[in-house]
């Protein structure tokens, strides 16, 4: 837990001596023994802890303004409660002077991860070096699986899903705990992608799994075996809806994919495996003009861009030597990134 705690206090928000930080908490929801170990981290690096009990706010509700306040007349915040951060800079504009540090992690069991015991600053040049270099527009991207997913295409510049994302981003706003990565813009799609989960982020492994066959960068039906006839109904049924629905050619076109890339974040089922889905193990489609989901995950993928292997079987691949992250590593002071 402490390593936790230290990845968080030090690493990620960057706690310096004679800061005033505070410690904003969901009520019956966020562990207290965890708040106090923060504290006494953030005390003894030098800093002034503050800690706030809020209770869960309404879905969408406003910040009220006494919490504004507090957040404003702070040097940083560590966040384990739900704060937008597009309704954040709407408040307190883009520039307010402090770093609002937010999570998804509430209980002990999350501070034990793998996730959060990670260095995150290793795991945050990981997703920039993504997100920035190598999911570039016109590189071809190609997934497998062992469970029979075979599809290729190449990054397109815009994705809808991403766009939406975006509109919830601010620069003094950061994460610690790594999420999915920013949807990639699919064109081109081509292939056949098996369905090994269903349930989003519940993740529940299907026995007898559809494949979802897209041609043209289109979702155009549902295959299967027997077996898997309910599975087929039910994917078959969703993509029917959305083409009666929105009535275009693109309503089931594939809008991008995303999944984790956080080295050793846990990939199970439920609660803490799936804190963002940052694990390499998921991935997803997002669907259609409107970017949704249609709760399809894939399994242990293998990943190539430009014919080199980046995942292999829902890990990075051995193959995968990426000169900027061995050298961001170095700086880190670690001997190996994954
Ligand atoms: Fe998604």
Redesign the pocket.
Known sequence: MQEAVANLVQNCAQVQRGESVLLLNEQDVMDADVVGLIGEAISAAGATPRVMWEPSPERGAAIPGELLESIASSDKVIAHFPLSPSALQESLGPDPGVVVVQSMFRTKQHFVSEHARYHWGMANAIYERFQNELFAEGRKWRFASPGGTEISGVIDALSE?ARQLDDNLAPFCRSFNSP?YI?VASKGCEGRAVVEYTGGFRRIPLDHPPTLVIEDNIIVRVEGPPEAKRWVDEYSQVLDERSERLGTPDANKVDSW?GGLHPTAESIGGDIGLVG?AGTKMA?F?VGPDGA?IAAQWGDLDMWLDDEPVMANGRYAAGFDDPKLREAARQFGLSHWR
Request: net charge positive; glycine share 0%.
């Open positions: 899903r999915a949807p995303h889905n997803h997002h989901h």
